[in-house]
């Protein structure tokens, strides 16, 4: 696109966020990149130091619950994009503290909309070439059963290119039009703000976009989810603590290629509507957990293998969804849209690139980081 733009990224700082701030800011020097993001215990600038000096972006810390300060940033800054991420984004947190789940996610989304509102209501040309588009989770349509708990072979649709596939644990996948029902406060209210985007598109006519993606992997994830937790624990032998019996099922996708479909939705996605973001690659936790030792055992030189037995069975998730699986043929037919790896090619990169940057993974789990985070909620 030739013509200049100026957008907001909330949650630039975390993991996701930062890949699309870092595609943004180097594919479109034209553009004004603004990265707001309040810096929760999942915010890291040193997620960006490789762009924080570039003349088309700056960081801005805020509360996406601070109406007025974003406001006041929309009419300083004639905002006509925001690509919405900041979230609270872990169901493990959201079972112990749902209530900032139901702030955050649910108060912060309508804040941030009935600002862009507002200001794009007092423009002459109102919303005509705005954009509020809403990051979402395959989490909100609930969970799958596990009809083939063996797999089925690909293909599982007509129209995705089945080259691309792994098993499937079921006949059965996310559609744009499957209903939601969300189990964790997470999707509960990840659920909540999806919908009030939605209203916002039928009431008021805004320009919304919504897309629900699967989960997500690769560099700069905060490692208390999964992949970016257990390699970090093998490399310190640690234990690797599988909830339940490790059969609960993913769709996992390399984050570059999630950031990948940002850019094309943002620019070419149809208003009011939904895409499902996923790759086709479905693992049970344990397969996964395996793939990870051996990986991060042959790239530290130790015998593949021999950390398996780190793995450690513990009491289950509560509430924890059995299967995701999403089905992004739509995506794929009317944008063009593929992902571009592998999943071996994907960890290869990924468990690489967490051993190659280990004084990242360091300050966040030295102690220090949480204890600055700690400071900052109670006003030190
Ligand atoms: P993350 O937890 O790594 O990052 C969230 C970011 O939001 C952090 O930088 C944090 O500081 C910021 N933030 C939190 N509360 C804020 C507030 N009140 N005001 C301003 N900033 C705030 O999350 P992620 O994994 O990068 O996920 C980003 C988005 O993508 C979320 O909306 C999530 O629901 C969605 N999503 C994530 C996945 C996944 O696998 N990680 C998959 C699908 C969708
Ligand atoms: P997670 O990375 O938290 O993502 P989500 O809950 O959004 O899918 O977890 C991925 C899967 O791994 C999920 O089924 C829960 C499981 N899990 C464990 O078995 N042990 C762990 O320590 C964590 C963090 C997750």
């Known amino acids: 696109m030739a013509f200049k733009r100026n957008i907001v990224i909330t949650g630039g700082a975390g993991f996701i966020g930062s890949h699309v701030v870092r595609l943004f ?45 974003f406001y006041k940033l929309m009419q300083d800054e004639k905002i006509d994009g925001i690509i919405h991420l900041a979230a609270e984004s872990h169901v ?24 862009a509102k507002l200001y794009w209501e007092s423009l002459p040309e109102k919303y005509e070439g705005k954009r509020f588009y809403h990051i979402s989770t395959d989490e909100v349509y609930g969970a799958l059963s596990m009809t083939h708990p063996e797999g089925i072979e690909p293909p599982f649709s007509t129209t995705a290119s089945s080259s691309e596939h792994h098993l499937a644990y079921g006949e059965d996948f996310f559609y744009e039009t499957t209903k ?19 209203a916002f598109h039928d009431t008021y006519g805004m320009p919304t976009i919504v897309t629900n993606c699967s989960n997500n992997y690769g560099p700069y994830q905060f490692p208390e989810k999964l992949i970016p937790l257990f390699i970090n624990n093998i490399r310190h032998r640690k234990p690797l603590p599988v909830y339940g019996k ?22 070419n996605g149809k208003v009011a509507e939904t895409y499902n973001i996923g790759g086709f690659n479905e693992w049970k936790n344990i397969d996964i957990i395996k793939v990870v030792i051996k990986t991060v055992d ?26 995701y699986a999403i089905d992004s043929t739509k995506l794929q037919r009317e944008l063009g849209w593929e992902p571009s790896l592998q999943f071996e090619e994907g960890i290869e990169k990924t468990v690489k690139w967490y051993l190659d940057n280990q004084e990242w993974m360091d300050n966040i789990t030295s102690g220090e980081y949480e204890k600055y985070y700690e400071d900052m909620y109670k006003g030190k």
């Not at 762009?51 to 972006?57: A, G, K, L, V």
């Not at 490790?246 to 620019?267: C, K, M």
């Open 180 to 198: 939601y029902n969300p189990h964790s406060p997470y999707s509960a209210s990840k659920a909540g703000s999806d919908h009030f985007v939605r």
């Open 246 to 267: 490790g059969e609960n099922v993913r769709d996992w996708l390399f984050v570059e290629d999630h950031a990948r479909a940002i850019d094309v939705i943002f620019h």
């Open 25 to 69: 800011v180097n594919k479109y020097p034209d553009y004004n990149i603004i990265n707001l993001d309040k810096l929760t215990y999942a915010g890291n600038l040193a997620n960006l130091k490789d762009i924080e000096d570039r003349p088309n972006y700056k960081f801005v810390r805020m509360d996406i619950c601070n109406f007025d300060a």
């Open 92 to 115: 493990d947190r959201s079972i112990k503290d749902p209530f900032t789940f139901a702030i955050t996610n649910v108060m912060g989304t309508l804040s941030l909309l009935q600002a």
């Open 298 to 323: 042959r790239l530290l030189g130790r015998k593949e293998g021999e950390d398996m037995d780190l793995i450690t069975y513990v009491t289950d998730r509560l509430g924890h969804d059995a299967r």
